[in-house]
């Protein structure tokens, strides 16, 4: 039995991923067409529900009916239900080899994995097992090499053709035939792949761009779906060589959501029900104005019967845009922003929650704090607790997903259409901070500032994420999440990979509707809720926070090299920002550590304007 955690399924382990196991075993987690077969048995027993979780924002934007939580494993027991289940894997790579003697063998995708030991085969050109007793053979083990492409699909390597160098075994021998032999140079030249026949070929050159551009193309090969050598649908595209545990094999795409209370009292239901009535009553006035018409009306009627008018509104505009668009059969508008971010953003800023449910946050106004919290920042937000979705939706593998289109990345990640994607919730804590439009606004007026901004679009322009628009307010808001981070880990006890960030900002610079960013920790294990974060940020520790920040900020190790940077980081697209300053790990960063700048935050030597807490 191989164990793995609940929430590593989502990531960085989902579906089409290479798991590496104790006693040298790599699998990697099957499609959800095996864990239907889970999730039926479960229903048998009428206890699916248990696993059965609902985001209603998150259903909306992905077009799911449900999510699932993957199935944990239970011991069997006296009336306990759903015991017994198991993740579904496959095995991956296929190809395995003695360490001793270098005898490979390709396995099938569901063969057993026990007692995988050398057989002692026989080989006349070099070093064999056969002469030792068969309990003193090795453990097989699985290659380092395999292949993948940018359509996702993931092969073995093709240690048959490379062998013979793409031409045809003069002896007709089969793929039984190769062993795999390790010299004394540490480097790829050292290892080369033998053919009984006698051909040979080292893995110097393997990692080129175009090495296997003769002897093969992708096959479309999808193991975790069963889809491999003749099941494969086939794809055309260069094979890439990478090592089975190299970074760029696979990136998760991961939707995250924050829940919110549904608190709509009694009062607030009929004023809904009263706007509502009015909208369809005045029919034909309303073409072309009608949103504007119906904020009017809301306001007109939150102020007569004393509730707040932007909820009020809200609920209206959803509950319309929602009818309207299902009577016309189309899907909702995959605008992140608008249907995720902005009701988290307005909920934590009215205070929203309470100690019994799973949100609950307290605002501090900025006058409650001293000058470097209050200069700079409208309102804060203590975050008692926090519940958050998390939905693994798909992968891709040799670049990472492209954080504007999430939505194209997703992979096929079953046969058959299903309605529902593995998701996990995880609690913490954390702490808001709402930045003062006004001081902004001012900041971003900044000729040098501008320029800076101009410089990163250029080379956002050069890179693959080059039809994203860039805020000035973002790329600020995003390098304070950073370096706040990095401090925070130093001051409140957790470490900087569990506490992540969640960017609240408007595409364009002229909306003032999202300037705000919320720095939280949420897992399901003992880094979950400690209650260090929130005590950072109270009046009286913040500003020492805030200012240990900006003083850090204004040198790094790496200085004069990153602050006078013109490109750097992922696909160069960071100026000052670098490892020793302003990076965080993967699990931290919303965007792949890119659109990074720390001159906007202390500005430089030459123009300290630039930077917004100098200004």
Known sequence: MKKIRQSQLISPWGIGQIVNFPNNVSLMVAGLDEWNNVYNWASVENSLDEFVIHEERLEKQLGVKEFRLPPEYREVKNKQKNTSLTIPFVNFPLWYYCPRCGWMVKRTLYSNNENLQCKGKKYKYGLSCSNLEKKKRPQLIPVRFITVCSEG?????????????????????????????????????????????????????????????????????????????????????????????????????????????????????????????????????????????????????????????????????????????????????????????????????????????????????????????????????????????????????????????????????????????????VKGEGIFFEFDNNQLNRWVQNPLVQKRIEELEYNLSKSRFNDFKLNPKFVLIHTFAHLLINQLSFECGYGSSSIRERIYCSKDSADDSMNGVLIYTASNDSEGSMGGLVRQGIPGRLENVIYELLENAKWCSSDPVCIQSKGQGPDSCNLAACHNCALLPETSCEFGNRILDRALIVGTDEHESVGFFSC
Not at 300 to 311: C, S
Not at 329 to 358: C, V
Request: glycine content about 8%.
């Open 153 to 425: 699909h993931i092969e073995d390597f093709p240690f048959y053709e490379w062998a013979h160098k793409g031409q045809e075994c003069k002896k007709g021998f089969g793929e039984k035939a190769l062993r795999m032999i390790t010299g004394k140079s540490s480097s790829l030249a050292g290892i080369s792949i033998h053919c009984e026949c006698g051909a040979y070929n080292t893995m110097a050159g393997a990692f080129g761009n175009k090495s296997l551009e003769k002897f093969k193309k992708c096959s479309g090969s999808r193991p975790w779906l069963g889809e491999v050598n003749e099941k494969a649908k086939g794809c055309g595209k260069n094979l890439h060589v990478v090592q089975r545990g190299a970074s760029n094999v696979y990136f998760p795409v991961v939707q995250g959501a924050i829940y919110l209370p549904k608190n709509t009292d009694q009062n607030t239901e009929k004023a809904l029900e009263q706007v509502l009535n009015v909208y369809k009553q005045s029919g034909s006035l309303m073409e072309g104005s009608k949103w504007g018409v119906l904020k009017s009306f809301s306001y007109a009627i939150a102020t007569e019967r004393g509730i707040d008018p932007d909820k009020l509104y809200d609920l209206a505009y959803s509950r319309i845009f929602e009818k309207e668009n299902k009577e016309k059969k189309i899907k909702l508008k995959k605008n992140f922003d608008t249907e995720i971010r902005l009701p988290e953003y307005k909920a934590i800023l009215s205070g929203a929650g309470a100690d019994n449910q799973e949100l609950y946050v307290k605002v501090k106004k900025s006058n409650e704090y001293k000058d470097i919290v209050s200069r700079y920042f409208k309102n804060i937000g203590l975050v008692h607790k926090l519940m958050e979705t998390r939905v693994f939706m798909g992968f891709t593998r040799l670049e990472p997903p492209d954080y504007q289109n999430r939505m194209i990345w997703r992979r096929q990640l079953s046969k058959k259409p299903v309605d529902w994607l593995p998701a996990v919730q």
